[in-house]
């Protein structure tokens, strides 16, 4: 991630330098530890932080059910119900977040969940609470529901109350299935507050994207795996969609699909805009067997995963092409550890830029 601890010291958070934070599914726990406050007021969780958080803690949200007997075991599960109960991930999500409610957060933050009772994605945001009260839910009930995972993790059930003492009740699961990346969601939430002239955005105008920095970090997909074709799809069934190979083929389809509109969006965006610089994409295609799985946490896939984050920065920069729809490297713009040490000094100094003008601002329009 952005690391503005080289230019502004060893306090330096990321939540400091950026207005609004977005994640979905993992991403949005995530989003939740790096803005939650902690007892001094700072940021929970420092970015150098979430990693070892996720090797500690998944065996114990994914339990590996090991063997072939225990594999047929998992696809038979399936057919019940979801693979996994959920009550470990809900009981450290809880302990962590503990009571610290959305308006709290220590930047703004978007995340994105899907009502399933009401069949339409349900966003919190941070800038919406104040029109909708009832958004203003405890960031633990948000993570858990922007988590549940079709087929893995069950759909979660909470009530909220507005300041009128309204009760409002909400059936989640996965923000994956409506914004399984959430940077255009983010925009859109900046975009409606530029329209209703919120000093923190003075003055830019509405599709200013020249004037966004977007950061979109995915989770690695195995597109270059080429793992389905038309030909093996066609002879599936209801069964076939939702299991082949150890993959759940429907889930693949709509993610990935969701993730790649909004990436050729943007880009479409910002290089019309000539503003190439100001969008960053930095995903891995080319993943294969367990890499990509949701839940294989086996301390081999785990260490598996930490070594390809490590690669991708050594990666060059890639963007859409437009013709093709395919990202591709482009080496003009260096690789990802150099693209994103460029972003950290472009936010360092706009930040020391807004404190002189703003001593009580600490807060990006980033």
């Not at 969701?258 to 994409?281: G, K, P, T």
Request: proline content about 5%; aromatic content about 8%.
């Amino acid at each position: 991630m952005v690391d503005n601890q080289e230019f502004d010291g060893e306090d330096a958070r990321l939540a400091d330098y950026f207005d609004v934070i977005a994640g979905t599914s993992t991403g949005g726990l995530v989003t939740a530890m790096l803005t939650a406050p902690n007892e001094k007021g700072r940021p929970l969780f420092a970015a150098k932080e979430i990693k070892p958080f996720y090797l500690d803690h998944s065996p114990k949200i994914f339990p590996q059910k090991r063997g072939i007997f225990g594999s047929i075991r998992n696809q038979l599960k399936l057919l019940q119900g979801p693979k996994y109960n959920g009550k470990y991930l809900h009981r450290i999500i809880r302990e962590k977040l503990g009571e610290t409610r959305l308006h709290q957060t220590l930047a703004n933050v978007v995340i994105p969940t899907f009502d399933i009772k009401h069949l339409q994605p349900t966003i919190f945001s941070t800038y919406e609470v104040k029109k909708s009260p009832y958004l203003d839910a405890r960031l633990s009930d948000i993570s858990i529901s922007t988590s549940a995972a079709p087929t893995y993790l069950p759909a979660y059930h909470f009530k909220s109350q507005d300041d009128k003492e309204n009760v409002k009740e909400f059936h989640l699961i996965d923000g994956g299935v409506a914004a399984n990346n959430p940077a255009l969601v983010a925009i859109s939430q900046v975009t409606k507050q530029i329209i209703d002239e919120n000093p923190d955005f003075f003055p830019i105008k509405p599709m200013d994207y020249c004037r966004f920095l977007v950061i979109s970090i995915g989770t690695g997909s195995s597109k270059a795996e080429k793992k389905y074709s038309a030909k093996t799809a066609a002879k599936w069934g209801v069964l076939g969609w939702l299991l082949h190979g150890g993959s759940t083929p429907m889930v693949d389809v709509f993610t990935l699909a969701s993730a790649d509109m909004v990436d050729f969006h943007l880009s479409v965006v910002f290089q019309a805009l000539h503003s190439e610089a100001n969008y960053l994409r930095i995903q891995d295609d080319t993943l294969s067997g367990t890499e990509v799985s949701v839940d294989v946490s086996t301390k081999a896939n785990l260490d598996k995963l930490v070594k390809i984050g490590e690669n991708l920065l050594k990666k060059p920069v890639s963007r859409v092409n437009l013709e093709t729809g395919l990202s591709e490297p482009c080496k003009d713009f260096g690789t990802n550890e150099e693209a994103l040490k460029k972003y950290a000094k472009l936010l360092s100094d706009e930040r020391k830029l807004r404190q002189l003008t703003s001593p009580h601002t600490n807060k990006n329009s980033k």
